[in-house]
């Protein structure tokens, strides 16, 4: 049944993403020599038309005058905008092609190209009222149909006026033409859409301000699709995460916020009250305490490949589905740990710091190669395991210690005991996760096993290792040169000091954490977890989620999808199917998977289903979250 509301909506950007005249320009002036200088004079003609400052009848003439184009360019500048239709009115296809009869595009743009892009959506050519090109025999677009109210100002009023709509009718656009219906007193509500320009003349003057279609279907009760406008999911990002992961989850139609330092647990317990979706890196804790205030927080994305910092199980009880980027980072890692071996083993730190002095010492004591030295990695994980090959093929021989058992890459010798890794290698690699039992793994006791002039590198997490202790083995001299990434205290920021013992010392690598942080790596891990979190959030896939039981979900087809998280307790998957029985809901598939502390059912259903269902699947005793996909 089409909703009896009216929706006048604007096409340039607000049916599509662009202001077509502007990409019109980029095909018709391809070869021109003054290409740069004529689009950036369309576009500035653009926004004084629609800011009010240039009548809008001169725009439009000083624009086809610059723009020289053809019929055939028309062709190809649909082909464009079909590609840059606004991300919720695709998402919302469903609804336009459901209410099309009363949907009507009123623009200052040309039939020519918004008919066959609104057509798709199910919008009539009947109901699209907008300007008309004038072509030459040759095909050249030399006017436009000047007796159209709509190349006039205040033409919108005017067109709307002739079509005589009856009823309730809503406005939307980011224009202030869009705004002049509204005031002629010929529409009910004005939405200011502000998904692709904001425009603070225009917003100033809205009943509401739309971030998406899905805000003004949500604010009528009208969304078909989901059950939450995204723009009002806040996401928080902290800790520079790459700009990458930010447009990702702006163009999800977000609320993004970004802040570049890592935040106090003081800091985050307040600004957690309202956010959704948390991205943090390794500097911030998501502890109890900043959990008991995130009562909306749906997701935490690690963009990293450690999770110690976040209270995992405390995540699990409140429902909150936790993502890292298990290998984005891997080879970053494992490149800074060959590189270190090497500049350890040759003295290269301080070499170069003496000649920054002015000094040449020319010298082969205490320089090696590494070829046929060993090494000994601590924790054959995902970086690990690739050092141990980039190594081996570097001539190094491998031998590893992991408290499970791993398989052996190339020609390496996996060893018992710790003990004897630490005593008989040449170089100490440490890539351990930060699992709080690893705290002081490498102790005093342990470094003292090593070889008079062995080497220690720490790329892993800082508590793992003795700070004092390795001070005093550098000095004494039985370490003969150690690299840190990693710290048990370290600076939320770049403004922040960085306080080490190891501050000073001779052939002492001291780097910022950086062993992830390449370009390749952070755009990686960019992609990678705003992926999986929308993936969690659109379609209740779990698929390599830290905390939940991991599932991976067919797409959802003409059903919806109800996603239940429980305590792991005997007997609610049952209570689910009871009540679907009892309601006569039918069920089209259905997924459980546990862990030690949640279950997780995902049920797909018919269409049908009521209001009370809902409420009783909800109040199953042991629920820590449901929700509704549509
Ligand atoms: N410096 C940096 O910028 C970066 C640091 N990391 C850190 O590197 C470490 C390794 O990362 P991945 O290889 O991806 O982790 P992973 O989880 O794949 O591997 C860790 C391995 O260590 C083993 N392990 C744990 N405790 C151990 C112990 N006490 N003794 C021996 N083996 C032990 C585990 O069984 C596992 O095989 C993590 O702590 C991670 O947070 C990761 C990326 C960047
Ligand atoms: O780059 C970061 O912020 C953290 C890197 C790291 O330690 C990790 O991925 O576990």
Redesign the pocket.
């Known amino acids: 049944m089409p909703h009896p509301t009216k929706f006048i909506i604007d096409f340039d950007s607000t049916f599509t993403q662009v202001e077509a005249l502007d990409i019109l320009g980029e095909i018709s002036l391809l070869n021109d020599p003054d290409r740069e200088i004529k689009l950036k004079a369309i576009k500035d003609i653009t926004d004084k038309g629609m800011e009010g400052t240039v009548t809008f009848r001169d725009s439009l003439i000083q624009r086809i005058d610059i723009l020289k184009a053809t019929k055939s360019q028309i062709a190809d500048l649909i082909l464009e905008l079909k590609q840059k239709v606004s991300k919720s009115f695709e998402r919302n296809k469903e609804f336009l092609q459901d209410n099309a009869a009363n949907i009507y595009i009123v623009s200052n743009g040309f039939r020519d190209f918004i008919i066959p892009i609104v057509g798709d959506y199910g919008i009539h050519e009947d109901n699209v009222f907008a300007n008309e090109f004038v072509y030459d025999e040759a095909d050249n677009i030399v006017d436009f149909n000047r007796e159209n109210p709509l190349s006039q100002n205040n033409g919108k009023a005017e067109t709307i006026r002739k079509i005589n709509l009856e009823g309730e009718i809503y406005v939307i656009g980011d224009g202030y033409t869009d705004y002049e219906i509204k005031k002629s007193g010929l529409a009910n509500k004005f939405y200011a859409f502000t998904e692709n320009v904001n425009r603070p003349k225009v917003t100033r003057e809205a009943d509401h301000i739309a971030p998406s279609l899905d805000e003004i279907l949500y604010v009528n009760n009208l969304n078909t699709k989901f059950s939450y406008p995204k723009s009002r999911i806040k996401v928080l990002l902290l800790e520079n995460v790459h700009q990458i992961g930010v447009d990702l989850l702006n163009a999800e139609g977000y609320e993004v916020e970004v802040v570049s330092s890592a935040m106090s647990e003081e800091e985050l317990c307040e600004k957690i009250k309202t956010v959704s979706i948390l991205g943090i890196r390794?500097k911030t804790n998501v502890t109890k305490k900043v959990l008991e205030n995130a009562n909306r927080l749906i997701a935490v994305g690690a963009f990293?490949?450690?999770t110690?910092q976040i209270d995992l199980e405390t995540c699990q009880e409140k429902g909150i589905a936790v993502f890292n980027a298990?290998?984005s980072?891997?080879r970053?890692?494992v490149e800074?740990a060959i590189a270190e071996i090497i500049f350890l083993m040759r003295n290269f730190v301080d070499k170069t710091a003496s000649m920054h002095q002015g000094n040449w010492d020319k010298s082969a004591t205490g320089s090696f190669e590494i070829r046929g030295k060993k090494l000994g990695i601590?924790?054959?994980?995902?970086?690990?395991?690739q050092l141990s090959v980039l190594a081996e093929n570097m001539g190094l021989n491998v031998f590893y210690?992991?408290?499970?058992e791993?398989l052996a890459l190339g020609n390496a010798t996996k060893v018992n005991s710790?003990d004897e890794l630490m005593s008989t290698c040449d170089i100490i690699s440490l890539?351990?996760?930060?699992?709080k039992?690893?705290e002081n793994?490498i102790n005093r006791k342990k470094i003292e096993l090593m070889k008079p002039g062995s080497y220690l590198l720490n790329?892993?997490?800082g508590h793992?290792v003795d700070i004092p202790a390795v001070r005093d083995a550098i000095l004494s001299g039985r370490l003969a040169g150690c690299a840190f990434?990693?710290f048990p205290e370290e600076p939320k920021n770049n403004k922040e000091p960085f306080v080490s013992e190891l501050i000073g010392l001779p052939n002492t690598i001291l780097t910022p954490?950086?062993?992830?942080?390449t370009l390749e790596a952070q755009e990686n891990i960019a992609r990678f977890v705003p992926g999986k979190i929308m993936e969690y959030i659109n379609t209740g896939n779990t698929y390599n989620s830290v905390n939940f039981p991991n599932i991976q979900l067919p797409f959802l087809q003409n059903a919806h999808r109800l996603i239940h998280i429980h305590m792991n307790e005997p007997g609610v998957l049952a209570k689910i199917n009871q009540i679907l029985a009892n309601f006569e809901i039918n069920i089209v598939g259905q997924y459980l998977k546990t862990n030690e502390k949640i279950g997780y059912v995902i049920t797909d259903i018919d269409k049908a289903y009521s209001n009370e269902a809902l409420d009783a699947l909800k109040h199953i005793p042991g629920t820590i979250r449901f929700r509704v996909l549509y």
Do not use: E
């Open positions: 390794s990293c490949i450690g110690n298990p290998f980072n891997t970053s890692v800074m601590v924790g054959y994980g995902n970086i690990g395991a210690y992991d408290v499970i791993k710790l890539h351990v996760d930060g699992r039992d690893n793994v790329l892993s997490r793992v990434d990693v954490h950086i062993g992830g942080s």
